[in-house]
């Protein structure tokens, strides 16, 4: 079992920077591979970042890569997601989830274990 909690959300002005965190709970961390997902009002939920559970496979959605680091420290239980250069179509709640396995990927259904997600608010 994997209990996930985010936190760092909040309301930033385009063009800012925030730092998601997403702690776990149990010992099962270093053998769970890690996604960021998000969702908007009326949209489905949509993939933004994957690290592997050794951090050596990171992926990223087309619309966040070279804006958004995924990173991990199993010695801490943390997932970490480093967003710059906001865009207000980056307002969303954001979900921390886990797989475990080696490689969650893109998928929202291979994950097995969800956070409760943290708002960011980006303004004009």
């Known amino acids: 079992q994997v209990q996930l909690v985010e936190s760092g959300g909040g309301l930033v002005q385009a063009g800012g920077s925030l730092r998601l965190s997403c702690a776990a709970s149990?010992?099962?961390?270093?053998?769970?591979?890690m996604g960021w997902f998000r969702q908007a009002p009326g949209k489905e939920r949509e993939f933004v970042a994957a690290?592997?559970?050794?951090?050596?496979?990171?992926d990223y959605a087309d619309s966040v890569k070279g804006r958004f680091t995924i990173s991990r420290d199993n010695a801490k239980n943390t997932v970490f997601l480093q967003m710059n250069s906001l865009r207000p179509e980056d307002t969303a709640l954001y979900y921390c989830?886990?797989?475990?396995?080696?490689?969650?990927?893109?998928?929202?259904?291979?994950?097995?274990?969800w956070g409760q997600g943290t708002q960011v608010t980006v303004s004009l």
């Open positions: 989830a886990a797989e475990l396995g080696v490689y969650g990927g893109r998928f929202v259904s291979r994950y097995d274990y």
């Open positions: 149990g010992r099962t961390f270093s053998n769970a591979a």
């Open positions: 690290i592997s559970r050794s951090g050596g496979v990171i």
